[in-house]
Structure formats: structure tokens, C-alpha cells
């Protein structure tokens, strides 16, 4: 599946976890942020920011875990094994998606439409690493994206939430 400028991320097709389609379109009128997440990455431990972001502002925003093992092989765990750590590490219950690439030539169309200003209409971005995100607003439209380094607590994402 490619993605097209003329669809909407509601669009995209990604399944869970868990191996069900997760439906987009349940999202809006919420903002989404993607984040590509590994359990053996310095950057782990933002995984309990994430947690509390999600807790905080359940009301207005979805985040969505997308596990990848492209940077450093430091997500080598199946579905099941992943569930496990995130949620006995960290306590995560909030959603997240299959095992999928985030760059290159198997590059999944959801990350696709996140990195190509073709497809997003706002701005081109490359996946450095583990724990980049994307915000999306509550209509779909593509907002901002942060590496890794910067913490799911940091004023540069919350502006967008207060």
C-alpha cells in the first residue's frame, strides 16, 4: 500500500499490537502523537512520560507507540514480549501498533505520510532514532515533529496541549 497527498492519515492502515486493525478514524477531533518506540534504547525510560502524558490529557490526545527495530536492533522482541516489557517496565496502556520500518525502502505508509511534506502538506522529516515524534492535530493535519531527545515533558509539545 502507497500513501497518496490526497489521503488523510485517518486513512492509513496499521494494525495493532495485537494483530488488529486499528481504525484512525476514532481519533479525531483528539490530537495523535506517533512516537517510534524500542525497549532497549537509552531512550526507553520515556516510556513513563509517555504513560503520564496520556493519563494527563486523555481527553484530547491519543499516543500511539509504534515499535521499530531499525535503529541499533533495540526493539528484537515479538509482539507478545514487547507488550510484556512495556507494560511491566513502564505501565503503558496506551495504544500500541505493530513492529513496522519507519525509513527506507520497506518504509511503512504511515511513517511515509509523516516524513514526506508531499504527503503531510507541512514539512519533510527524516527518523533519526528511537522515540522521534509526531503530533498531528485533532482534524489530522500534521503539527510538529521532535527527535528523541526531546522529553514528552518538554514545553516545545506541550504548547500544543495546554
Known amino acids: 500500500m502507497i500513501?497518496?497527498?490526497?489521503q488523510?492519515?485517518?486513512?492509513?492502515?496499521?494494525?495493532?499490537?495485537?494483530?488488529?486493525?486499528?481504525?484512525?478514524?476514532?481519533?479525531?477531533?483528539?490530537?495523535?502523537?506517533f512516537v517510534n518506540v524500542a525497549s532497549k534504547c537509552g531512550?526507553?525510560?520515556?516510556?513513563?512520560?509517555?504513560?503520564?502524558?496520556?493519563?494527563?490529557y486523555k481527553d484530547s490526545l491519543v499516543i500511539i507507540g509504534?515499535?521499530?527495530?531499525q535503529f541499533g536492533k533495540q526493539e528484537p522482541g515479538n509482539s507478545k514480549e514487547i507488550e510484556e516489557f512495556c507494560e511491566v517496565n513502564y505501565g503503558v496502556s496506551f495504544l500500541m501498533t505493530e513492529k513496522i520500518d519507519v525509513k527506507g525502502e520497506n518504509q511503512h505508509p504511515l511513517y511515509?505520510?509523516?516524513?514526506?511534506?508531499?504527503?503531510?502538506?507541512k514539512q519533510n522529516s527524516v527518523v533519526k532514532?528511537?522515540?522521534?515524534?509526531?503530533?498531528?492535530?485533532?482534524?489530522?493535519?500534521?503539527?510538529d515533529y521532535y527527535y528523541?531527545?526531546?522529553?514528552p515533558k518538554s514545553s516545545r509539545l506541550l504548547k500544543y496541549l495546554n
Open 3 to 6: 500513501a497518496t497527498a490526497t
Open 8 to 33: 488523510s492519515v485517518y486513512d492509513i492502515k496499521i494494525k495493532s499490537l495485537q494483530g488488529e486493525p486499528i481504525n484512525l478514524h476514532q481519533f479525531k477531533g483528539k490530537k495523535i502523537l
Open 43 to 56: 531512550f526507553t525510560p520515556q516510556y513513563r512520560d509517555l504513560q503520564k502524558l496520556q493519563d494527563t
Open 66 to 69: 509504534v515499535p521499530c527495530n
Open 112 to 121: 511515509a505520510w509523516l516524513t514526506k511534506k508531499s504527503l503531510n502538506g
Open 129 to 143: 532514532w528511537n522515540f522521534q515524534k509526531y503530533l498531528i492535530d485533532e482534524h489530522g493535519e500534521f503539527l
Open 148 to 151: 528523541s531527545i526531546t522529553s
